[in-house]
């Protein structure tokens, strides 16, 4: 089975294991763990900030950010495509009683001026402007990097207009070895950040957010609230440090293997591929071939696995587990997929 449907799907290899197994643990919510203290540090100097929380999940880190920048009527600037907008379950609107005002542009992202353009005038009608969110890389986007001169002038316009900035950078390493940009370079302009372990670094579990000392000391508070507070969780830390010490660089492949699968792919007159820019491969299928839940089930059949997003819309996602011979072979699957309907 080649498994493209996301990068979540990986299982921690024997080194990686074997890290866990051997880590040093205590309890967290006294601050006695210290594998967890040595990855809030590292994740904290990784983005040049001054503190880090580890938390469960991508969605919880996001979701503690902007519960920790945020009060009730507050309103969220970020793009239509973002996953704190499509996939937290409405969890800015449930947990923190804010709005979002959604941005359009190409490939998930928008510039300084869209941002001056949807902040608020300072009016008793109107919900506060007070936070705005980038993703890098952006998922919906086709794994979008963004550039970083955009991101420096929505920043300096969100400070003039005092607007927090956050970024959800569950791929962020995706982004930075692509880019040849260092995570500190892109979180200079961030107040807070996050990063994910379980997407392609290949983790099984957790994410940190990364901000200033008070912003994590309220952050904490949140991450308790929510019950995202843990014990022995280092065992989980260690799998974590363990993929920042040996699963970064390697993402260039999954990179080199998506433009693969992509230029084999859009080799079929009936797929239409976006190129991708990381490791997320978007394709579309035409209507008279069919719709992409027929080709997901038929390449499900042919025992290679990707996802449907839409009626035509399909993903494949490169991953440490998939390697040059698997593309090979999921990419000529995918184009007689498509042919023989
Ligand atoms: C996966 C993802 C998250 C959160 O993921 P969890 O599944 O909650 O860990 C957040 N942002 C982006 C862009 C993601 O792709």
Not at 63 to 81: K, M, N, V
Request: charged share 20%.
């Amino acid at each position: 089975m080649i498994d493209l449907r996301s990068d979540t799907v990986t299982q921690p290899t024997s080194a990686m294991r074997e890290a866990m197994m051997s880590a040093p643990l205590g309890d967290d919510i006294f601050g006695d763990d210290p594998t967890i203290n040595e990855l809030q540090d590292r994740v904290a100097a990784l983005f040049g900030m001054e503190a880090a929380l580890f938390v469960p999940s991508g969605t919880m880190a996001n979701q503690i950010a902007i519960r920790t920048h945020t009060q009730p009527g507050d309103e969220i600037i970020c793009h239509r495509l973002s996953h704190i907008y499509l996939y937290e379950a409405g969890a800015p609107a449930a947990i923190s009683g804010c709005s979002m005002h959604l941005l359009d542009g190409e490939r998930g992202m928008f510039t300084a001026d869209d941002v001056r353009t949807a902040i608020r005038a300072n009016d008793q009608h109107f919900p506060t402007s007070r936070l705005c969110v980038i993703e890098n890389t952006q998922n919906r986007g086709g794994g979008s990097v963004w550039p970083i001169e955009q991101i420096a002038n929505i920043s300096k316009t969100a400070r003039e207009l005092n607007l927090r900035m956050h970024l959800d950078g569950a791929r962020i390493m995706n982004a930075c070895v692509a880019a040849g940009v260092s995570p500190e370079d892109y979180a200079k302009y961030f107040d807070s950040a996050t990063i994910c372990f379980s997407k392609g670094l290949g983790a099984p579990v957790g994410s940190a957010l990364a901000g200033t000392k008070a912003f994590i000391a309220r952050a904490k508070r949140f991450r308790k609230m929510f019950g995202g507070a843990m014990r022995q969780s280092g065992i989980l830390a260690a799998a974590a440090i363990y993929a920042l010490d040996h699963n970064v660089e390697r993402l260039a492949t999954d990179h080199t293997n998506a433009k693969k699968l992509a230029a084999h792919v859009s080799t079929c007159p009936h797929l239409t591929v976006e190129t991708p820019e990381t490791n997320i491969v978007y394709f579309d299928v035409d209507e008279q071939t069919g719709s992409a839940a027929d080709i997901e089930a038929k390449l499900n059949k042919a025992n290679i696995r990707v996802l449907a997003l839409s009626p035509q819309r399909l993903r494949a996602v490169t991953h440490l587990h998939i390697g040059k011979d698997d593309i090979q072979g999921a990419a000529e699957t995918i184009v007689n997929s498509a042919s023989k309907s």
